[in-house]
């Protein structure tokens, strides 16, 4: 599966940002999905995942009751909603995919996206 992150940008603290991810193939429904980010210099984090149906979603604490992860498997799209956004949310957010299992490890993931920055000022 080929994977392509997009919805990234500059935004104030406090505000919202919504991140998509669009997948080719036709077997979507099969993968769990993820999002991670990476902040310069630091080791790429686990963000959100969400199972194949939909039905199960795993968050951060750091971005829990803030973001939401959510998917169309009409349209081979998953969706991260990121409101009351923090200077701390700055990243690069990348989208992954693994027909294994929902997991929040990294490692569990065998397709990635390119990422899509999210600036956060204060």
């Known amino acids: 599966v080929q994977l392509q992150a997009s919805g990234g940008g500059l935004v104030q603290a406090g505000g919202s940002l919504r991140l998509s991810c669009a997948a080719s193939?036709?077997?979507?429904?099969?993968?769990?999905m993820g999002w991670f980010r990476q902040a310069p210099g630091k080791e790429r984090e686990f963000v959100a995942t969400?199972?194949?149906?939909?039905?199960?979603?795993f968050y951060a604490e750091s971005v829990k009751g803030r973001f939401t992860i959510t998917r169309d498997n009409a349209q081979n799209t998953v969706y991260l909603q990121m409101n009351v956004l923090k200077p701390e949310d700055t990243a690069v957010y990348y989208c992954?995919?693994?027909?294994?299992?929902?997991?929040?490890?990294?490692?569990?993931?065998?397709?990635w996206g390119q990422g899509t920055l999210v600036t956060v000022s204060s």
């Open positions: 193939g036709r077997t979507f429904s099969n993968y769990h």
């Open positions: 992954a995919a693994n027909l294994e299992t929902i997991s929040t490890m990294r490692s569990s993931y065998d397709y």
């Open positions: 969400i199972s194949g149906s939909g039905g199960t979603t």
